[in-house]
């Protein structure tokens, strides 16, 4: 049983940083696919940022030179490092995992992301 689990999301003001983790357990392969959705009320679900298993990255054009997406020694573990955080960030954010051989698609249970004066 694959599970993902998130971390980091909070209350921020306008112009402030948050860091989101994200590990994944119960899979014996790395992901081939591994990132970050966000969902904000009233809207569609969206990409922030993806990296694949060969480290090419994936932004959405609103947050590209604000977020940067990485992974971490342990495997399946993705951080987002989200910087100049703006109101139109608040969303739920999501991490996403892809594992490789078409052994599925996974999807954490979300985390709070809150930009405001």
């Known amino acids: 049983q694959v599970q993902l689990v998130e971390s980091g999301g909070g209350l921020v003001q306008p112009g402030g940083s948050l860091r989101l983790s994200c590990g994944a357990s119960g899979s014996p392969f790395s992901f081939k696919i591994m990132g970050w959705y966000r969902q904000a009320p009233g809207k569609q679900r969206e990409l922030v940022a993806t990296?694949?298993?060969?480290?090419?990255?994936d932004y959405a054009d609103s947050v590209k030179g604000r977020f940067t997406v990485s992974s971490g020694n342990e495997k399946n573990m993705v951080y987002l490092q989200m910087n100049n955080l703006k109101p139109e960030d608040t969303a739920v954010y999501y991490c996403?995992?892809?594992?490789?051989?078409?052994?599925?698609?996974?999807w954490g249970q979300g985390t709070q992301v809150t930009v405001s004066s």
């Open positions: 990296l694949t298993t060969g480290g090419a990255t």
């Open positions: 996403y995992l892809d594992l490789p051989l078409e052994l599925g698609e996974y």
